[in-house]
């Protein structure tokens, strides 16, 4: 199980500094990837730019670029584009997000057929990193090209000017519900899981069973040496009451719906209702320990290598971790 350093997406105010010190440091322990995200403030590909321009070998991850924002081809540009000037260390994460994020921010409308709105993307993705043809797609949501009915009728089918590096860059999907899932089996080259409990394997073995060899699976979990567990988990319970009390309408939240598959139902229910009642403390104290201790890994050095084992035991390839300090990250190099 290799690890990565998942540095997600900027708050109030830039933690490029901060955020580049952790890579440098990860990429001296070893590390094997490091990555970025995205959601209604910075971007995920900027911060790869400035970070490959400061590291050597460590690789370069979306977790996750969101499809709303660009168009297939552009997603394919950034990726063709930062794959070069990193020397071939660019991993493509792709998310397709939510209503909420894709109608308000982007003002898009959010796809009736979300699976094949995703399929289609990867497809065009893929194709203009073949560059084997001209890129055409007979598609419902990302045609090419373009066909609406405003349309011009003056669109041809275009190839990248600029030869890929890699023809094979791995396109990796951030997926939660089990057809979307199934589908990142097939036509993915990794699965970026949002909340993954080593306890719950067996929710996923199905799909998993289906995948091909060198198919990764990579989660993100939060990390953090400390003697309080509790407190420890108070980050991980912040985040989880913000995606699933605020990250998706109150009748449509993924997010809330994934914990409520695994095992959580009523409480996920009650942190929704919290949060979207303005009681954001109250949310986050709702969020069970047990279920953001499951997904995490939390507390002292013992308990941390004893959870990791866990981890280690089963499908994960690479542990993607939001660790905010060095000694974390030394500890798990240590540890793995």
Same mark, same amino acid.
């Given at each position: 199980?290799?690890?990565?350093?998942?540095?997600?997406?900027?708050?109030?105010?830039?933690?490029?500094? %901060? %955020?580049?010190?952790?890579?440098?440091?990860?990429?001296?322990?070893?590390?094997?990837?490091?990555?970025?995200?995205?959601?209604?403030?910075?971007? $995920?590909? *900027?911060?790869?730019?400035?970070?490959? +321009?400061?590291?050597?070998?460590?690789?370069?991850?979306?977790?996750?670029?969101?499809?709303?924002?660009?168009?297939?081809? +552009? @997603?394919?540009?950034?990726?063709?584009?930062?794959? %070069?000037?990193?020397?071939?260390?660019? =991993?493509?994460?792709?998310?397709?997000?939510?209503?909420?994020?894709? /109608?308000?921010?982007?003002?898009?409308?959010?796809?009736?057929?979300?699976?094949?709105?995703?399929?289609?993307?990867?497809?065009?993705?893929?194709?203009?990193?073949?560059?084997?043809?001209?890129? *055409?797609?007979?598609?419902?949501? %990302?045609?090419?090209?373009?066909?609406?009915?405003? +349309? *011009?009728?003056?669109?041809?089918?275009?190839?990248?000017?600029?030869?890929?590096?890699?023809?094979? =860059?791995?396109?990796?999907?951030?997926?939660?519900?089990?057809?979307?899932?199934?589908?990142?089996?097939?036509?993915?080259?990794?699965?970026?899981?949002?909340?993954?409990?080593?306890?719950? *394997? !067996?929710?996923?073995?199905?799909?998993?069973?289906?995948?091909? #060899?060198?198919?990764?699976?990579?989660?993100? $979990?939060? $990390?953090?040496?400390?003697?309080?567990?509790?407190?420890?988990?108070?980050?991980?319970?912040?985040? =989880? !009451?913000?995606?699933?009390?605020?990250?998706?309408?109150? @009748?449509?939240?993924?997010?809330? #719906?994934?914990?409520?598959?695994?095992?959580?139902?009523? /409480?996920?229910?009650?942190?929704? /209702?919290?949060?979207?009642?303005?009681?954001?403390?109250?949310?986050?104290?709702?969020?069970? #320990?047990?279920?953001?201790?499951?997904?995490?890994?939390?507390?002292?050095?013992?308990?941390?290598?004893?959870?990791?084992?866990?981890?280690?035991?089963?499908?994960? @390839?690479?542990?993607?971790?939001? +660790?905010?300090?060095?000694?974390?990250?030394?500890?798990?190099? #240590?540890?793995?």
């Amino acid at each position: 199980m290799r690890l990565g350093l998942a540095l997600g997406y900027w708050g109030r105010h830039p933690g490029h500094q %901060h %955020h580049l010190s952790l890579a440098q440091e990860a990429e001296r322990l070893g590390y094997h990837s490091v990555w970025t995200a995205e959601a209604w403030g910075s971007d $995920a590909f *900027t911060p790869l730019a400035w970070l490959a +321009a400061h590291t050597r070998r460590i690789r370069l991850g979306t977790a996750v670029a969101q499809m709303a924002a660009r168009s297939p081809t +552009a @997603t394919a540009m950034h990726a063709l584009t930062l794959d %070069h000037l990193s020397g071939g260390r660019m =991993l493509l994460g792709l998310g397709l997000s939510g209503p909420q994020v894709v /109608e308000g921010w982007y003002g898009r409308p959010f796809p009736s057929s979300p699976l094949t709105a995703t399929r289609e993307y990867v497809d065009v993705v893929r194709q203009v990193l073949r560059r084997e043809a001209p890129v *055409t797609l007979e598609g419902r949501f %990302h045609p090419l090209p373009y066909d609406g009915p405003d +349309a *011009t009728g003056l669109g041809r089918p275009l190839r990248s000017v600029t030869h890929p590096l890699r023809p094979g =860059l791995p396109v990796l999907l951030g997926a939660e519900g089990p057809r979307n899932i199934a589908q990142t089996v097939r036509i993915a080259d990794g699965w970026l899981p949002l909340y993954w409990s080593p306890h719950r *394997t !067996a929710l996923y073995a199905e799909a998993l069973a289906e995948a091909p #060899d060198g198919f990764l699976v990579a989660p993100l $979990a939060r $990390a953090r040496l400390c003697r309080n567990v509790a407190e420890g988990l108070r980050p991980v319970k912040a985040m =989880l !009451a913000h995606y699933v009390g605020g990250m998706g309408h109150r @009748t449509r939240n993924f997010h809330a #719906d994934l914990m409520a598959r695994m095992g959580y139902s009523r /409480e996920a229910r009650r942190v929704q /209702e919290l949060f979207l009642a303005g009681r954001r403390e109250d949310a986050v104290a709702a969020v069970p #320990d047990a279920f953001a201790d499951e997904i995490s890994l939390v507390g002292p050095r013992a308990r941390i290598a004893a959870r990791l084992e866990l981890w280690r035991a089963g499908p994960v @390839t690479d542990l993607l971790v939001t +660790a905010p300090d060095p000694a974390t990250l030394r500890l798990l190099a #240590d540890l793995n």
